[in-house]
């Protein structure tokens, strides 16, 4: 396993994702602190949003980067379309997929040149 696969869904540098987010309740994930931004399942939806997206980018799928940043936390004039619990699988599932994928060498090298977010697009820096 490559040292990037092994930080991604090993036990490396830090606790495997897998430790890090057992035993979290529904109702904590969804929890409101006072003067933090977004709660857990916010902050695990916008991980998951990125690394799908990446997932794409390595897979040569056209996935354009979010407009603003905003756009990759989930909606909130809708109600939470899946579970903590389900939202947590398909991290952890994407999460195998990506550690996969880094330790595919070949398929990493090969990844189309990835999109800049719209803060740094330049008429220089346009890809096609």
């Known amino acids: 396993m490559t040292e990037l696969a ?3 869904i090993g036990d490396s540098a830090a606790a495997p994702a897998l430790h890090i987010l057992e035993g979290i309740s529904e109702e904590l994930a969804h929890r ?3 003067n933090i931004p977004h709660t857990i399942y916010e902050e ?3 991980l998951a949003f990125w690394q799908q997206v990446t997932l794409d980018w390595i897979r040569g799928i056209e996935t354009p ?3 603003k940043p905003a756009d990759g936390f989930p909606p909130t004039e809708s109600p939470t379309p899946e579970t903590f619990e389900a939202l947590r ?3 952890l599932q994407a999460g195998e997929e990506a550690a996969a994928a880094a330790n595919d060498t070949g398929q990493t090298r ?3 040149q990835l999109p800049l977010p719209p803060r740094h697009r330049h008429p220089c820096h346009v890809h096609p």
């Open 6 to 8: 092994l930080a991604i």
């Open 44 to 46: 695990l939806w916008h």
């Open 89 to 91: 699988h398909r991290f």
């Open 65 to 67: 980067f979010p407009a």
């Open 32 to 34: 409101k602190v006072p």
């Open 110 to 112: 090969s990844a189309r």
